[in-house]
């Protein structure tokens, strides 16, 4: 039987690749068994994930003892329509972007190292809610031990840069970071293995404290970043820009809304599916339910790009908004 991997299975596999660490291996585990289809074709290998999982957690940890389990804090499972996690220098206003945006509590603090472990929380922007994570700082010097995990299981990563401060020389302990560890991917920089996957995130900037901001910050960011990334102008004391950063997020998220509706009923238009963008019909009925991507025959859109309740096909590329009633053989 065939096992019919999925890309985000292919995508932990070179994660797993990659990986320099056994901190890393085991996360990149952890997702290949998450992600891998569940079904009789997968049967061995699932079993033999397994196997590799346990004897890698006993190389890490030791062997397993009554009641001990060994629990990953920078493994940040993942919520709502994407992931988003935050780098930058201590007291940059990453706790602060956390505590404003979402309901998590974080410690925010005029004093650096504040923050010690990550801390998720979601954001809601118009129907969805996204999922952010506040992380300890990075600096010239050091990075939190299984920081490179939390970024390269994360759908975006968001460079956070303090206004008020040095903004080149943060920019340039953020880049070193994330090129180090072959985090990036954009034009510049080379994210991918010997057989040329790509292994790194999308990446935008966050810059704080524009109520307090050096004469000509963002001018001397942009010049040092050379039009490599988007950036978004807040401040968490005034509330500016926050509106446009939650746009932005989820502008690079590239997911798409979708409400499913029953024959003969209205469709639910209080909690969307959300999908990558590039996500067929096929791909909501996996979503709803593993076992309905084989059986969805055809479909009824409403939707910008077709004719109110047209009948698509199931191979039909997803917009956002549409409402899809699925029919099935
Ligand atoms: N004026 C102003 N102050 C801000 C802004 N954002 C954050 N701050 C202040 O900057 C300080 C540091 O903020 P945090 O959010 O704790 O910074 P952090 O990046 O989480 O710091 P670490 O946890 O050490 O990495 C706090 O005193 C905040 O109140 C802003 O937009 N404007
Ligand atoms: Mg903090």
Known sequence: MPANLTPEYRKAEEWFRSAATDDERLLALEEMLRTIPKHKGTDHMRADLRRRLSKLKEAVSGPKKHGGKRVDVFHVPKSGAGQVVLLGLPNSGKSSIVS???????????????????????????????????????????????????????????????????????????????????????????????????????????????????????????????????????????????KELGRKMFELLDVVRVYAKKPGRPADMKEPFTLQRGSTV????????????????????????????????????????????????
Not at 220 to 230: A, D, N, Q, V
Not at 286 to 315: C, F, M, P, Y
């Open 100 to 242: 404003t945006l979402t309901n998590a509590k974080v410690n925010v603090a005029d004093y650096p190292f504040a923050t010690g472990l990550p801390t998720p929380g979601m954001a809601d922007y118009e129907d969805v809610s996204m999922q952010i994570v506040d992380m300890p700082p990075v600096t010239a010097d050091c990075a939190p031990p299984g920081a490179v995990g939390t970024y390269r299981g994360s759908d975006l990563i968001g460079i956070v840069i303090d206004l008020s401060g040095d903004v080149g020389g943060q920019m340039r302990v953020c880049l070193d970071f994330l090129e180090s560890h072959r985090l990036l991917i954009d034009e510049q920089t080379e994210a991918t293995d010997a057989t040329g996957n790509i292994l790194g995130r999308k990446a935008f900037v966050i810059c704080t404290k524009a109520d307090i901001a050096r004469d000509g910050a963002m001018e001397i960011l942009k010049s040092c970043c050379k039009g490599r990334f988007e950036f978004v102008e807040v401040s968490l004391e005034t509330g500016e820009g926050l």
């Open 282 to 329: 096929m791909d909501l009925a996996k979503t709803i339910h593993r076992e309905l991507a084989e059986k969805v025959k055809s479909a009824r859109a409403w939707g910008k790009n077709v004719h109110d309740g047209q009948n698509v096909h199931r191979t039909y590329e997803l917009a956002d908004r549409d409402i899809i009633e699925l029919h099935f053989q």
